[in-house]
């Protein structure tokens, strides 16, 4: 199949946590029918409302106008019945990093989607080829993770499994071009690019607080004075949330034995406490709002 005879009219997200949500804008945003899955009712009405706010501020900012805001927001479907995906042209999968979850979330999927159905897997960190073991399409699964803030970010590390064929892959590139993303390939190796780099860093930074080198904000500060980072590391973890950060070094840990990749004890204390970060409001910061990045 040709990249100009792939076309796209209905996608869809599995997990409706911050990365799923902000999936799912980049689908909307491209004019695909949208659908979005959470098993918890709960997630599916944070995410609608996170994925509203977040389109009334890029009209606010000039990112967008009112008409293009309205039009995103209606291409979007909510829903607990993962019998929505059935007849999607793709869906991503974007729940956390557990394999044992993500391969019984795929042989759901794989068992009322089309035959036609294009599966990318959002891991940051677990193998494409593992998790593609979890279904039988496994030539029809290709690795897609998003670099967070989804919405905002356009980087996509894009990787084949063992058994992905070429033909899928073709077409997961050519998705990601029509929702407006950059992808870049990578081989299926832990981490890929970013996690190669940020989960061992991000662990540093959380030993140096553990040490009381110096506090999350001061960190933060000379990150940002010095590499000209938009955010510093403590900003970015509770970002991604303490728990992913927690379940990425444990993952990464499990098949690399790089000790700079295994878990702090403060991170695990954190997590323990409910310190996810921005999605419970208070991590190294304390947030007063429950919203989306960039919203």
């Not at 995410?47 to 706010?53: F, L, V």
């Not at 030539?139 to 063992?162: F, T, W």
């Amino acid at each position: 199949m040709s990249l100009s005879a792939t076309k796209f009219s209905s996608a869809g997200v599995a997990g409706a946590g911050t990365m799923g949500g902000g999936i799912a804008i980049t689908m909307a945003r491209a004019g695909l029918a949208t659908t979005v899955f959470d098993s918890s009712q709960a997630a599916l009405e944070r995410a609608r409302r996170q994925i509203g706010e977040f389109f009334e501020k890029s009209v606010a900012r000039g990112k967008l106008n009112a008409a293009q805001a309205d039009t995103s927001v209606k291409k979007l479907t909510f829903s607990n019945d993962i019998g929505a995906m059935a007849l999607l042209n793709v869906v991503v999968e974007a729940i956390y990093e557990d394999l044992r979850a993500k391969h019984a979330l795929l042989a759901k999927l794989d068992a009322i989607c089309s035959p036609e159905t294009l599966f990318l897997t959002n891991t940051s960190t677990l193998s494409i080829t593992e998790l593609a073991a979890g279904c039988k399409r496994q030539d029809r699964v290709v690795g897609a993770h998003y670099c967070l803030p989804a919405q905002l970010m356009k980087l996509v590390e894009m990787s084949k499994g063992i058994h992905t064929s070429e033909d899928s892959w073709q077409r997961a590139w050519a998705f990601e071009l029509a929702t407006n993303q950059q992808p870049v390939e990578t081989q299926d190796r832990p981490g890929f690019v970013l996690n190669f780099f940020c989960v061992p860093y991000h662990n540093d930074v959380i030993r140096m607080i553990e040490a009381n080198v110096a506090k999350p904000a001061e960190i933060d500060r000379a990150m940002k004075a010095a590499m000209d980072f938009a955010m510093g590391p403590c900003e970015l973890i509770d970002l991604i949330g303490l728990d992913t950060q927690l379940r990425a070094s444990e993952a990464f840990f499990s098949v690399t034995n790089n000790p700079r990749t295994a878990p702090p004890p403060l991170l695990r204390r954190m997590v323990a406490a409910g310190m996810l970060g921005r999605k419970t409001k208070r991590g190294f910061y304390d947030y007063g709002q429950d919203a989306m990045f960039g919203a």
